[in-house]
């Protein structure tokens, strides 16, 4: 029954039609007879400006049933070489940040176990805590981040540790992340603080600001990305405001100045060397979006990471 696991042909029920799943594909909960896994994570306790990530799971799944089987440049589908299905959303307490961690880690224990590879929909930045605690169980990995913000910073609000502004700090620090094979791509935007990035970057943490980006180049940068990441084991996170808000606006801390979309395809193109076991992408809030059209960003670059993870593009 290898790679029978098809979206719903477009042929026979238009794109529009049908209850809206990741890429059309079906809902399997059964997680024994998948390869890689699409979840949604629809939580944003962690947010500390504007709120609504909690919807993008929902509006990326409608957005995705625009994305049809086959990557446009290599001709190949992830779906002709693994199982891989929805596998619906992630529970979550909206009420209890505690809770809701508690619950996110124990969910992808299960998918660990496995031995799936999830591909989330989020959610605030903070899901990715919860997430690599889950997959990381066994010893730190890499990590690849393309991002306006660093997200390690320490605490807000009088100490409080656990925010979307601060997971990949707590990652570091739980010996989650190995630092020394961690890039951050695309940071920009005003600090809190100039000493904002000097915790990361003391810890051995590969920073590639957004003007470090152009004034290297894309395939320098992509060097230098591929050699942090090697092809031990590593997560992916994309969290969409690391795209200019020109394209995808529909996000609570917009940074102008970014990527464009179509930058950022080519940037996760060249990653297909790396062995990544799991990927997110985060910060759609559809509430600021404007017709739909970060959603759609995210489910595009959704199925450009999937690609990339096959290794189909
Ligand atoms: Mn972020």
Redo the contacts with the bound molecule.
């Keep these: 029954m290898k790679n029978k696991i098809k979206p719903t042909e477009g042929m026979t029920t238009p794109r529009f039609a049908d209850v809206a799943t990741f890429f059309r594909l079906p809902v399997i909960k059964d997680l024994n007879s998948l390869d890689y896994c699409i979840c949604g994570v629809p939580w944003d306790g962690g947010t500390t400006n504007r709120p609504g990530a909690r919807h993008g799971p929902r509006e990326v799944r409608n957005a995705s049933s625009l994305v049809r089987l086959y990557h446009p440049v290599s001709l190949k589908s992830p779906y002709d070489k693994f199982n891989i299905a929805d596998i619906g959303d992630c529970p979550v307490n909206p009420i209890d940040l505690d809770d809701s961690l508690k619950r996110i880690r124990k969910f992808y224990m299960n998918i660990k176990k496995t031995d799936t590879i999830p591909l989330s929909i989020g959610g ?2 903070l899901i ?1 805590l919860p997430i690599l605690r889950a997959l990381a169980k066994d010893g730190p990995i890499g990590l690849f ?1 393309f ?5 390690t910073w320490d605490s807000y609000f009088g100490g409080y540790k656990y925010t ?2 601060t ?1 990949f700090r707590r990652a570091i620090e739980e010996n989650l992340v190995d630092p020394k094979k961690y890039v951050m791509l695309g940071i920009r935007g005003s600090l809190y603080d100039p000493a904002d990035m000097k915790w990361a970057q003391e810890q051995g943490v590969t920073i590639i600001t957004i003007d470090e980006y152009y004034n290297n180049g894309f395939e320098k940068s992509m060097q230098i990305i591929n050699d942090v990441l090697g092809d031990t084991p590593a997560y992916l ?1 994309f ?1 969409v ?2 795209i200019d808000p020109t394209f995808a606006p529909g996000t609570g ?1 917009p940074e102008v100045g970014g990527f464009s979309v179509r930058e950022a395809q080519l940037i996760i193109r060249q990653l297909n060397k790396a062995n990544f076991v799991g990927a997110d992408v ?2 759609i809030s559809p509430p600021f979006d404007l017709n739909n059209m970060t959603s759609l960003v995210g489910a595009t670059i959704a199925f450009e990471i999937l690609c990339t993870m096959t290794k189909t593009n």
Excluded: I
Aim: glycine share 10%; charged share 30%; aromatic share 0%.
């Design positions: 605030d930045h990715s981040q991002d306006s913000h660093s997200d979307h502004g997971p996170t969290d405001d690391g801390t985060v910060e």
